[in-house]
Each structure stands twice: as C-alpha cells, then as structure tokens.
Nanobody, 133 residues
Framework: QLQLVESGGGLVQPGGSLRLSCTAS????????IEWFRQAPGKEREGLTC???????????DRAQFLRGRFAISRDNTRNTVDLQMNDLKPEDTAVYYC???????????????????????WGKGTLVTVSS
C-alpha cells in the first residue's frame, strides 16, 4: 500500500517559483514511477511530467511539452521524495497539483511515457498552487 502526500503549494506572484514535494506517508516511493498532474477550476485533470522509479528517465505529457524550461521533475529516493520545481509561474498555472504513482511507465525510444490519470494506481490529495498578484 502506498499513501502519497503533496506539499509546497501556496500563493505566489506571477514570475515566482515554487517547489512541490511528493512523499509517502505509508510505503516507499523508490519502487514506483511518479507523475505530477494538475487540475484547474472547471477543467479536467491533466498530466504534466513523469519520472521513472530510478530517476534515470523523465518526460512530459505531449500536451504539457510547453512546460519544458519552466517545470522540472526530480527525485531523491534516499529522502523518499519526488519534487516538481516550477519557475516563472503564471496565473494559468493556478491549480491543485497531484502526484500519482504506478509501478512503471511504458518506455519508448529509451524514454518513459507518462500516463493518463486512469493509468495511475495511487494518488495524493493534492496541494493548491495559486498564482496571483
């Protein structure tokens, strides 16, 4: 069993940065591949970026490729955390951010392929990020 907990959300001004963390209150993350999702008010949950269990492969969802250069996923299995660094935040980044876990992601061209929400097995409850002046 795995219970995920997100932290690090809050209110930030446009152009600011936040670092979200995903940890396991029960179980250990090192055996799981992790993806970050977000859900803005009135919108569907969308996948952003994912990382393999070992941390040697990361990717963005196709529709989230525009986040490259602003968002970055990383993990430290010694600390049992997966982080999402978010820079140059914009009001449209306002959403509840979730981390989710699955045993592994499919690999194509030596790169993990992030999954749709339905493909993930464990979810945290989310952390709210509000970007506003």
């Amino acid at each position: 069993q795995l219970q995920l907990v997100e932290s690090g959300g809050g209110l930030v001004q446009p152009g600011g940065s936040l670092r979200l963390s995903c940890t396991a209150s029960e179980g250990t993350l090192e055996n799981f591949a992790i993806e970050w999702f977000r859900q803005a008010p009135g919108k569907e949950r969308e996948g952003l970026t994912c990382i393999s269990a070992t941390g040697d492969s990361t990717n963005f969802r196709d529709r989230a490729q525009f986040l490259r250069g602003r968002f970055a996923i990383s993990r430290d299995n010694t600390r049992n955390t997966v982080d999402l660094q978010m820079n140059d935040l914009k009001p449209e980044d306002t959403a509840v951010y979730y981390c989710a876990a699955v045993s592994s992601f499919p690999v194509y061209a030596d790169r993990v392929q992030c999954l749709l929400p339905e493909g993930m097995h464990y979810w945290g409850k989310g952390t709210l990020v509000t970007v506003s002046s």
